[in-house]
């Protein structure tokens, strides 16, 4: 059964810090890897999408590694700003025959001090 | 587009009521997801659909839920009777397909069951 691990769990940084968030996965057989932002009470916006073939991606300040055998991941974000705060989760797309499921970390909860 | 589109927001209900959330995916996407999200629990996939078909819905906690798409554009998920132990935010998401795309939410359904 695949479970995914984020760590830390909270996270706080004064602004303009460069900062890891991580993502640990049990079974490396995996079709994509994505990661999510969610704002407080909001639903979640899709930050970036690794495919299995895919190393890293990269969007703006935020760049988002995969290494599928040892089962991690990792999202960092540059230059850290206010407007980052929010919840990140990393969610992992595993085979599954007809039952391909989305399965999703606890998320991390970053906050950005100006 | 607009996006995904959740009604209601917010809803507060009775023990024993008949709870009924609903979802519209963005146009063209063929696959629907229905979440739940809870402190305890994050996020648990209930259902989804391809082609308005019920894939996987090994993820229903009992039968007093259900869900349905009787079109491409609209979802429900009920809840009868609804218990206190179902107050979460429940999102519905969409993707162009399951195995590779991204998925999309929408800004969730609050449910408190009293």
């Not at chain 1, 991690?72 to 989760?89: E, F, H, N, V």
């Not at chain 2, 648990?44 to 869900?67: C, H, K, Q, T, W």
Request: include cysteine; glycine fraction near 8%; charged fraction near 20%.
């Amino acid at each position: 059964k695949q479970e995914v691990t984020q760590i830390p769990a909270a996270l706080s940084v004064p602004e303009g810090e460069n900062l890891v968030l991580n993502c640990s996965f049990t079974d490396s057989a995996i079709y994509n890897l994505q990661w999510f932002r969610q704002d407080p009470g909001k639903g979640l916006t899709s930050l970036l999408l690794i495919q299995s073939s895919q190393r890293e991606q990269t969007s703006g300040r935020l760049n988002a590694s995969l290494d599928k055998s040892s089962g991690r991941s990792t999202l960092y974000i540059a230059a850290s700003q206010p407007g980052d705060s929010a919840t990140y989760l990393c969610a992992v797309m595993g085979y599954g025959g007809a039952t391909n499921k989305l399965i999703f970390g606890t998320g991390t909860l970053l906050a950005v001090q100006p | 587009d607009a996006g995904v589109i959740q009604s209601p927001r917010h809803e507060v209900t009775e023990m024993g009521q008949e709870v009924t959330l609903r979802c519209k995916p963005i146009s063209g996407h063929d696959y629907l997801f229905w979440y739940r999200q809870t402190m305890m629990r994050g996020l648990e996939l209930l259902i989804y659909f391809n082609n308005n078909v019920p894939i996987d819905d090994s993820g229903m906690p009992e039968d007093r839920f259900s869900a349905k798409m009787p079109n491409a554009s609209f979802s429900t998920l009920k809840i009868q009777p609804s218990e206190p132990r179902d107050s979460a935010v429940y999102f519905c998401a969409s993707s162009s397909t399951v195995l590779t795309g991204e998925l999309f939410f929408g800004e969730g359904s609050r449910l408190t069951v009293l």
